[in-house]
């Protein structure tokens, strides 16, 4: 077997991959992975970005899959390389992210012997992927040819479809690991450019007979991959008159039917309980809010949940009907003939109730900088054409409470899976590298400190990104906890203050820097930044924009928000 054999798979490999329609590759430096990275990196219709830090590569790998919705590879050599792609595998899993993971290694003979950095990287990912494969070695005859690009649209379209997912080709490489001549030409791929094996569409249609809601209902919207099937569900929803408590991360936070402060109303036991459905529909992954959750385990109501993996988003065990199938096939079925607006009444008793806590967060919240204010104002400020990506922690905690409801708002994306504050750097550059438009991300100070090496896609890929930095100095989200009570080892070792001056990780990383002292300031600077970023777009302009604040006057600004709310709402239904 030779270098030959070897690159004339791995370019059959990637041709197959650029046929089913990838257009994106991650690699990260190493000896063994060489073949791997340069088939890649050679591939026209691929574009390969370069990483020096594997979990890095792998979170921006799935940002890019999660903005784009198609596979991204991404690749690294083999032994530890491997092992820090794990945490964006696992994110991967449970976002429903399609990654094609290529991870290099030794050959049979070199394994278990003390080879250097060799382990063992069979389902080095255990059950976190969809599909492992072991490649194996051979010569690139005509056989193994067709062989490696039946391989290649197989873990497209499995990463791709039914649930979208990470897969794993572990590929066993032997020296020499470089080319000594030019590669012959290769004619086993299929005329017109078509992939060796194409994936019929899964079928997206669903019949609704029967499952007509009647009553007192409700949509609770929760994150869903399909960016426009959100702006439908919120168009029906306004002209059924079904409240749409809609989760930022759904898209369908928008229409006269939206309900953006469900979280605060449901706190207070009397709105709950008196506005309690008699039909609830699920669509997506189940939203954050708690008292969200415990008044759906609560109700006494046919609860339906429509997603198009049939996930099994239910913790409370209380879902009766699982819908398979996207939601835009629902309400193709629901809407098939006029929309018959249920109880207008029920509606109009939200929307009150949701415009009154509305109106009293902002009489709170007024002018002044805060981590909820800001969280607000960029969902009234960001426009259609803006990808909006939020940390976990506070940030997405923030923006599922108080983003209000609006038409052409930004889109929302954000690492729920498996709620990870790791990777969120990189994994917002992975989206910015995909967006048309510009991306902005929230962040928290400890989540920007964990992934601070992922800003060196500023420096080295220039990719534009507008990072809006709450820096709180620690875990502010850890004061709405019990722990926050144990003093002697609460600051030190939950809430982790750690006096970073973030100005300097700017420097370094070849990004603007601001700290802005008001409102319209850090308005003013978001736009030029993003103005920068889309003037700049292939030259790379990224800002880190801080906002300081306090974690111990967050706590009481959101207790304050929450109660002036809570007031007025009961003052409305008294
Ligand atoms: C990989 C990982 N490690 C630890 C955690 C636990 N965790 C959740 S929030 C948080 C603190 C985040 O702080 P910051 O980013 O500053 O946001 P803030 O709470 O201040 O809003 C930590 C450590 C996690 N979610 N993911
Ligand atoms: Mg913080």
Known sequence: ?????????????CDELARCGM???????????????????????IRAWSHIDERSAGFFALGAAKRSGRPVAVTCTSGTAAANLAPAVIEARHARVPLIVLTADRPPELRDVGAGQTIDQLKLYGDAVKWFFEVGVAEATPGALRFIRTLACRAYWTAMYGPPGPVQLNFPLREPLVLDSPL????T????????????PPVE??????????GRVVIVAGADRDAIAGRELAGFAARAAIPLLADPLSGARQGSAAIAHYDLLLRDPEFAAAHRPDFVIRTGDLPTSKPLRAWLAGLDAAQIAIDPDGAWHDPDAVVGLRVRAPVRALLD????????PLEPAWLAAWQAADATAGQALSDVLGSQLSEPLVARSLGEWLDASVTLFVASSMPIRDVELYLPAREGGPRVLSNRGANGIDGTVSSAFGAAATAEGPVVLLVGDVALAYDVGGLMAARRLRVPLTIVLLNNDGGGIFHFLPVAGESDAFEEHVATPHGLDFAHAAALYGCGFERPGSLDELRAAIERSIAGSAATIAGGATTIIEVRTDRVENLALHRRAADAALAAVRALIG
């Open 1 to 13: 077997m030779s270098a030959t054999d070897t690159y004339l798979l791995l370019r059959a490999f």
């Open 23 to 45: 257009e994106h590759a991650c690699t990260a430096p190493g000896s063994r992975c060489t073949p791997i990275v340069l088939s890649l990196a050679r591939e026209p219709r």
């Open 184 to 187: 012959p030409e290769d004619s």
């Open 189 to 200: 791929g299929r005329d017109d450019g078509r992939p060796y094996v194409a994936l019929d």
């Open 205 to 214: 249609s669903v019949p609704t007979g029967g499952r007509h809601p009647v």
């Open 333 to 340: 079925g629901l809407t098939a003939g006029e929309v018959v």
